[in-house]
């Protein structure tokens, strides 16, 4: 099966259907998922819809060509958008979400013990697991607020996209440790109970640990486990209701990836994962295709009529100041005309004594020179235009094999291609042109640069 025979992925039906609230763009690193979100944000505000776009990579692509001078945990209103439609942009801050959460669900004097525990600054700056939670979190919000027509979500880079989908079991998984849950006990039995078994069924934990970690950063835990008891079934259950979100009709996960082996090898991980997850998938964006407008003249053509040309370029056009040696100025038509004055007829010799003449070609004029380099360039220039058209079409042809490998395994995933852009894409108008190819998709590929 080719990736002409397979199903076309039709991004404005999807962006501008009002059912389609939440987009996910997920893929491998360096195969333009930014560029992908932001122009899907663009086209979808530009057909009048109110759209933000966050973003979980750190790398400030999205701010620039929007251009917007940063992002952070606040949407920011893009201008210079066309149409009744807004863009808002945004891009994830792990730990201000983790403090708006902490914030919202405990009170003012709770609030500020847990804030400025050492233990809890330590895992909402940088705690494994934590940015994916919390960029649940924050589409959670955002979703929340119903104050979006869609939200397209920029994910990380390479299978850490879908470390996303497994925040609420991890969570889930942390919070019904055992290691938590002995912390949590002596919280919850309060009193003199709770010291008693702190002092008593704490105190081999204690021991063990704190040689690991230092007493204090125990200490620190526990002062912040008891302050977040309260919060931790808060946790789990916004997380959970952000996973079904994640599978409802309403979002549409797209895998971006770029026409070569490893990009795809990826992309497929992506949609069996998905599947496996039933999440649903909307297809897949294929991402600086390439294409050529000559695509007729074959690779081999081409390297064949280059070396003909070196080859004839190899003969000299014009005789340069060689002359013919001879004793008789012998005619250029004559029978003896380039022998030697041995080999020649006894008339055409010279005479004994007589001194040797060396008769001189004509010398091509300074106008016939000047044609036959001007040829001899226009030779080599078309020689070189062709081998650049055959590593053209050499790509060409690598980029369909890895396409149709990927399409034959999956054949249901819908696909919209994106041909190349001759340079990188740095604002509105560049993201506006890809928009225009997601939706155009294959058809726009003849003039690919």
């Avoid at 057909?47 to 400030?60: E, F, Q, S």
């Avoid at 977040?228 to 971006?256: E, N, S």
């Avoid at 082996?261 to 992309?267: F, K, N, T």
């Avoid at 003249?297 to 001879?326: C, F, H, M, Y």
Wanted: aromatic share 4%; with cysteine; net charge neutral.
């Amino acid at each position: 099966m080719t990736l002409d025979s397979s199903a076309r992925l039709e991004v404005d039906p999807l962006i501008e259907d009002p059912a389609t609230r939440i987009i996910v763009c997920c893929g491998a690193g360096g195969v333009g998922k930014t560029t992908t979100a932001a122009a899907l944000g663009v086209r979808a505000a530009e057909r009048g819809r109110k759209v933000v776009v966050l973003t979980i990579d750190p790398a400030r692509r999205l701010a620039q060509s929007m251009g917007i001078d940063s992002l952070d945990n606040t949407p920011r209103r893009v201008e210079g958008i066309k149409g009744d439609g807004q863009l808002h942009a945004m891009m994830l801050d792990m730990k201000r979400t983790f403090d708006e959460i902490v914030e919202a669900h405990a009170d003012a004097e709770r609030a500020r013990a847990i804030l400025g525990n050492p233990f809890y600054q330590s895992l909402s700056a940088g705690f494994a697991g934590t940015q994916e939670y919390m960029a649940m979190e924050k589409l959670g919000q955002l979703r929340a607020r119903d104050e979006w027509d869609l939200i397209v979500v920029d994910t990380p880079p390479s299978r850490s996209a879908l470390d996303f989908l497994d925040a609420p079991k991890r969570l889930g998984s942390f919070l019904d440790g055992k290691f938590i849950k002995l912390l949590m006990t002596p919280a919850k039995m309060g009193g003199r109970a709770g010291m008693k078994f702190l002092n008593v069924g704490m105190s081999m934990m204690t021991g063990t640990l704190g040689k690991l970690l230092g007493g204090q950063l125990l200490r620190d835990v526990q002062t912040f486990v008891a302050a977040m008891d309260t919060m931790f079934g808060g946790f789990r259950t916004r997380a959970d209701a952000t996973y079904r979100l994640l599978q409802a009709p309403g979002t549409a996960f797209l895998v971006v990836a770029a026409p070569e082996r490893d990009a795809l090898r990826e992309a497929a991980y992506f949609v069996e994962r998905l599947a496996a997850e039933d999440m649903p998938l909307a297809g897949l964006v294929l991402n600086r295709v390439h294409g050529s407008g000559a695509a007729r003249l074959s690779a081999e053509r081409a390297l064949a009529a280059a070396e003909n040309l070196d080859e004839a370029g190899i003969v000299d056009q014009w005789p340069g100041k060689t002359g013919v040696r001879d004793t008789a100025a012998v005619s250029p038509e004559s029978p003896s005309a380039g022998r030697s004055p041995e080999a020649r007829p006894a008339a055409d010799r010279p005479a004994a004594g007589a001194p040797e003449v060396v008769t001189q070609v004509p010398e091509a004029s300074a106008e016939q020179q000047s044609v036959a380099a001007a040829g001899q360039t226009t030779q080599q220039m078309t020689a070189g235009l062709l081998r650049l058209h055959a590593e053209r079409m050499q790509v060409l042809a690598r980029e369909q094999r890895t396409r149709d490998r990927f399409t034959a395994l999956h054949p249901e995933v819908a696909v919209a291609e994106v041909p190349a852009l001759p340079g990188d894409v740095h604002d509105l108008t560049g993201l506006r042109t890809i928009g225009d190819r997601l939706a155009t998709g294959g058809s726009a590929r003849a003039g690919a640069a």
